[in-house]
């Protein structure tokens, strides 16, 4: 697809699954045939935050991604340590030259043995730039099985300014998407009153807004911090804001 054409369709997409489909066969189109996109924004100088509350979107299959998530590998993943210290797009190369240099740790080693098991061996990763000190979100570019990194290099030296507007475009829509995680989510009601709790109502003026008892309100917002993790109802509504849960269409 021609980037003007592209940049269209990514702008006008319906939904983040719509999105991320298009995205992936564009990036199948260059080489780059598994994906996939990570993002924190609770991030501390000691964690990443919850894993529960991350948004990853992955073309990558369950045998890959359930050793790099449940058994925590991504931790010690020598290009995910790259992307928490810097902004821009990296080759892969750079593990190479890590590990030419003895840079790599142990853990580290191990995450480079299970990826050329499963032939994950050549890429780019982009780490996104974010004003906010909490947020991370960066996007690993896997070549399709058979390509060096010196060929992807190749690709990238060809294509790469256009492959990282692409994936810029895509980071910020994502953004702008509401995202549906299956144990973080809102029903209408919870979503309703939180709203109504942004807008600075008391319990009681929310009540008559949406003709419930406060009993029933209350239930509701609590209901609505278990929903999302968290211990105060301002909490709540901060988390249902910044993962685009807040205001939204049902439709």
Known sequence: MELRDYLHAVTTAPSLEALW??????????????LIYGRT??????SLGDPE?????????????????D?????????????????????????????RRGALTEGEMKVLEFNQK?????????SFHSPNPRQKDALALTARAGLTQEEADEIWAEHGHDIRLMNDVVHLRIMALPYTHPRRSLTPRQREALQWVGDGKTTQDIALLMGLTVATVEKHLRLAREALVVETTAQAVLKATLTNQMYRSEG
Do not use: K
């Open 21 to 34: 489909a298009g995205h992936c066969a564009q990036m199948t189109a260059f080489g780059f045939d598994r």
């Open 41 to 46: 924004q609770f991030r501390t100088e000691t």
């Open 53 to 69: 509350d991350f948004l990853i979107l992955t073309n990558h299959d369950s045998a890959y991604m359930r050793p790099f998530f």
């Open 71 to 99: 058994d925590r590998l991504y931790l010690q993943a020598p290009m995910v340590r790259w992307a928490l210290e810097n902004e821009g797009a990296c080759s892969w190369g750079h593990v190479s030259e890590m590990l």
């Open 118 to 126: 499963m032939a994950v061996t050549a890429g780019y990763t982009i």
